[in-house]
């Protein structure tokens, strides 16, 4: 009997530790959801790595076949083969957040969720590519900011390609986004870490060159040769290597990734008018650039061109730690081309055309002459925004003494922030008590 006993309880004590363990288990395993939003079980005595791997594959099952049979059963493709290109985006930023988008956020609208939903109603890739780009190994070169266009951004996929591709998926563009054309491509083709350099015009009015008086009279002002000289020259100042941590956020002075090497900015042509505005347009040719980085080094131009700062600010934007830049609009910033001039040495060939894209300049050119210098000549003439951005040059500080006093005050709270342990390095300094050393907490029971 008393054996029965004993294998009764073992069994209850080994039925009360399983629970125990099962309710440790579900505490630290938050129950997480399917794409659908859907609740996914949690699976008894699952580890937490292993429930964690478990959401994983059911998710990925779902981006590929709807989490129900294969994309392959339920949605049919063009006819044509199925291979890796690049494709000539022309696009004007002003309606869009930028080129960029992130799946799942479907209430900012960008260039990227426009293009992927006109491919998938062109039939050229499954519906899955909405959700996760991987499936087509879709690469852009140059994430445009906000309202930053675009004459010829190149991206990467591999999708079905009819001959008639671009007519195909313009049908489900708007007008002011455009696939301008597309060329094969070699299987292991990245569009962004191929291109060798890059080109931004700027088309800037020269009453940005002008004095405080000028301003009231946009429309009649007209740059002089001598101040159209003096614009030339800060532009070249740019050519070469230099650190271009105060025209970015983020970066800090001896961060090497913020040293960017520019081939040549020029003023593209003579001076030109457009609804009686008089416009240039700046002309940068470098291998990459950090985000507002260029409209950065055309606010700087346009300070020290309108005397608005000297020298010596110039100088402590590329020596000092933190120094105050005007950031320029992005209203007149648009991407000209990007270049894969090693690409086209290597793969150029009769089957394989370079990505010079020379056939398709016009189609560019006449873009950008319909969608894109409209927008921006009307902003500037009929919205007047580049004078009012203009007025806010008064607010900056180019004497270099309020940046100094901002930086040594980041300085000391980064420096406070460091002698500071963290939450788990205090705790982990803390002596661990085992749970046989902690005294049950007495509580009183209440009289009746």
């Given at each position: 009997m008393?054996?029965?006993?004993?294998?009764?309880?073992?069994?209850?004590?080994?039925?009360?530790k399983?629970?125990?363990?099962?309710?440790?288990?579900?505490?630290?395993?938050?129950?997480?959801?399917?794409?659908?939003?859907?609740?996914?079980?949690?699976?008894r005595?699952?580890?937490?790595?292993?429930y964690?791997?478990?959401?994983?594959?059911?998710?990925?099952?779902?981006?590929?076949?709807?989490?129900?049979?294969?994309?392959?059963?339920?949605?049919?493709?063009?006819?044509?083969?199925?291979?890796?290109?690049?494709?000539?985006?022309?696009?004007?930023?002003?309606?869009?957040?930028g080129?960029?988008?992130?799946?799942?956020?479907?209430?900012?609208?960008?260039?990227?969720?426009?293009?992927?939903?006109?491919?998938?109603?062109?039939?050229v890739?499954?519906?899955?590519?909405?959700?996760?780009?991987?499936?087509?190994?879709?690469?852009?070169?140059?994430?445009?900011?906000?309202?930053?266009?675009?004459?010829?951004?190149?991206?990467?996929?591999?999708?079905?390609?009819?001959?008639?591709?671009?007519?195909?998926?313009?049908?489900?563009?708007?007008?002011?986004?455009?696939l301008?054309?597309?060329?094969?491509v070699?299987?292991?083709?990245?569009?962004?870490?191929?291109?060798?350099?890059?080109?931004?015009?700027?088309?800037?009015?020269?009453?940005?060159f002008?004095?405080?008086?000028?301003?009231?009279?946009?429309?009649?002002?007209?740059?002089?040769?001598?101040?159209?000289e003096?614009?030339?020259?800060?532009?070249?100042?740019?050519?070469?290597?230099?650190?271009?941590?105060?025209?970015?956020?983020?970066?800090?002075?001896?961060?090497?990734?913020?040293?960017?090497?520019?081939?040549?900015?020029?003023?593209?042509?003579?001076?030109?008018?457009?609804?009686?505005?008089?416009?240039?347009?700046?002309?940068?040719?470098?291998?990459?650039?950090?985000?507002?980085?260029?409209?950065?080094?055309?606010?700087?131009?346009?300070?020290?061109?309108?005397?608005?700062?000297?020298?010596?600010?110039?100088?402590?934007?590329?020596?000092?730690?933190?120094?105050?830049?005007?950031?320029?609009?992005?209203?007149?910033?648009?991407?000209?081309q990007?270049?894969?001039?090693?690409?086209?040495?290597?793969?150029?060939?009769?089957?394989?055309?370079?990505?010079?894209?020379?056939?398709?300049?016009?189609?560019?050119?006449?873009?950008?002459?319909?969608?894109?210098?409209?927008?921006?000549?009307?902003?500037?003439?009929?919205?007047?925004?580049?004078?009012?951005?203009?007025?806010?040059?008064?607010?900056?500080?180019?004497?270099?003494?309020?940046?100094?006093?901002?930086?040594?005050?980041?300085?000391?709270?980064?420096?406070?922030?460091l002698?500071?342990?963290?939450?788990?390095?205090?705790?982990?300094?803390?002596?661990?008590?085992?749970?046989?050393?902690?005294?049950?907490?007495?509580?009183?029971?209440?009289?009746?």
């Amino acid at each position: 009997m008393a054996d029965v006993s004993d294998e009764k309880t073992e069994n209850r004590d080994k039925e009360e530790k399983s629970e125990e363990v099962k309710k440790e288990i579900e505490e630290e395993i938050k129950e997480e959801t399917d794409i659908n939003g859907v609740p996914i079980p949690i699976p008894r005595n699952c580890s937490k790595k292993d429930y964690k791997n478990l959401v994983k594959q059911k998710k990925s099952r779902q981006w590929t076949d709807g989490g129900n049979g294969s994309l392959k059963d339920k949605e049919t493709l063009i006819d044509g083969p199925k291979k890796k290109i690049a494709i000539l985006l022309s696009y004007c930023g002003k309606n869009y957040h930028g080129l960029q988008h992130n799946p799942g956020d479907d209430k900012v609208d960008t260039i990227e969720k426009r293009v992927f939903q006109a491919l998938v109603a062109a039939k050229v890739v499954y519906s899955n590519v909405i959700t996760d780009r991987k499936k087509c190994a879709y690469q852009s070169c140059s994430r445009t900011d906000k309202g930053v266009s675009a004459i010829g951004n190149v991206a990467s996929l591999k999708c079905k390609i009819p001959k008639n591709l671009c007519e195909l998926v313009n049908k489900h563009l708007p007008d002011d986004i455009r696939l301008t054309g597309f060329e094969l491509v070699t299987k292991g083709f990245c569009a962004k870490k191929r291109c060798t350099h890059r080109t931004y015009s700027y088309y800037c009015p020269t009453i940005c060159f002008g004095s405080k008086e000028d301003w009231d009279r946009p429309s009649s002002f007209r740059i002089k040769n001598e101040k159209l000289e003096c614009v030339k020259s800060l532009l070249e100042k740019y050519t070469g290597t230099k650190s271009y941590h105060n025209f970015t956020s983020g970066k800090r002075q001896g961060d090497e990734s913020a040293k960017r090497h520019i081939l040549d900015f020029r003023i593209q042509g003579e001076p030109f008018i457009c609804n009686d505005w008089e416009y240039v347009e700046l002309r940068v040719v470098g291998q990459s650039f950090m985000i507002h980085q260029i409209r950065k080094m055309v606010g700087l131009v346009i300070a020290r061109a309108g005397d608005h700062c000297q020298d010596d600010h110039w100088e402590r934007a590329f020596k000092r730690p933190f120094e105050d830049v005007p950031k320029a609009p992005g209203n007149g910033l648009v991407l000209r081309q990007v270049h894969y001039d090693v690409y086209n040495k290597d793969y150029g060939t009769d089957n394989r055309k370079t990505l010079e894209w020379s056939d398709k300049q016009s189609d560019m050119d006449n873009f950008a002459k319909e969608n894109i210098l409209p927008v921006i000549f009307k902003m500037d003439t009929e919205e007047e925004s580049m004078v009012e951005w203009l007025k806010t040059l008064e607010v900056h500080d180019f004497t270099g003494v309020r940046a100094e006093k901002q930086w040594e005050k980041q300085e000391f709270e980064r420096k406070e922030a460091l002698k500071r342990p963290s939450k788990e390095e205090a705790d982990s300094h803390l002596p661990k008590i085992a749970k046989s050393e902690v005294e049950p907490v007495q509580t009183s029971t209440p009289k009746n």
